[in-house]
């Protein structure tokens, strides 16, 4: 399942750089693999090439503290309140933000966004990277073709979820199925034509060896031009709790859902020259 793609030089892409446990660390948030670091580099947001931080030893979370430490995934999404003392829903994600970010996190996953506007999700991206965090977005569904741009001018990575347009598990007609693998082609090969480091993600299909399903999800991604696949294999026992928002400075009301970056991954990169 090597890519033909393989020998093309990739261009350098951002990626998070801090101190755990004592050690210098590199953060992808395409891939959400941390690599231990042994030379001197700029702390914070960096631009780095994949093939260069792939010369370094993968880092074991637990050895770090746990994935907490990283980062988090948080689902941003308010109920909103008509009531006039209702605080506006775009101070709350910039309290919640510079919270997530001043905690000292490599890296915050925005998931289950699909029910905010591409400009609300643009300024609550926009206040993590402006304190240095690195920022993925995962989606259930492709993003349409027309946000490509602003999408890859305000998150560093996309993990697009391939699971109801390519497995039987959901109850989808033939024509509906069809319809969201086409729109996964097309919306995938424009969020790379427009600079955005793209993965396609399933937590259905097996990780590599796996089957013809895996094989098939792969030769898809290389096809479409996605920078490889990422498998979400099921939670061990020792998920971690992570602390709540108000811990880290940011106060009531509700501004969204947190949850561990701890999901083991296993990923297949297609574009590994550079």
Excluded at 197 to 220: F, S
Excluded at 226 to 234: E, K, L, N, S
Aim: aromatic fraction near 2%.
């Amino acid at each position: 399942m090597r890519s033909s793609r393989g020998a093309s030089v990739t261009p350098p892409r951002v990626y998070g750089v801090g101190v755990c446990a004592g050690r210098l660390v590199v953060h992808d948030p395409l891939t959400g693999i941390t690599h231990y670091r042994n030379q001197l580099i700029t702390v914070g947001r960096t631009m780095l090439r994949a093939s260069e931080v792939a010369t370094h030893p993968v880092a074991d979370p637990t050895a770090l503290g746990g994935s907490g430490v990283l980062g988090v995934r948080w689902s941003p999404v308010v109920q909103r309140d008509p009531s006039p003392t209702c605080v506006p829903a775009d101070s709350v994600h910039r309290r919640a933000a510079r919270a997530l970010a001043c905690a000292g996190l490599l890296t915050v996953d925005l998931h289950e966004v699909d029910p905010l506007p591409t400009p609300d999700l643009t300024d609550i991206a926009g206040h993590l990277t402006d304190d240095g965090c690195t920022v993925s977005l995962t989606t259930e569904h492709c993003p349409a073709e027309r946000h490509a741009e602003a999408l890859a001018d305000c998150v560093d990575a996309l993990r697009i979820c391939v699971d109801t347009a390519v497995t039987g598990r959901h109850h989808l007609g033939p024509d509906e199925r069809e319809q969201r693998l086409r729109s996964l082609v097309s919306g995938t090969r424009a969020m790379v034509a427009a600079g955005l480091p793209t993965q396609l993600y399933t937590r259905v299909i097996p990780p590599p060896p796996g089957n013809e399903a895996t094989r098939w999800l792969v030769e898809l991604a290389d096809a479409v031009g996605a920078h490889g696949v990422t498998f979400a294999r099921p939670h061990g026992d020792g998920t971690l709790a992570m602390p709540s928002l108000t811990a880290w400075g940011a106060e009531t009301p509700a501004c969204g859902t947190l949850k561990p970056l701890d999901v083991p991954l296993d990923t297949v990169c297609l574009s590994s020259g550079g």
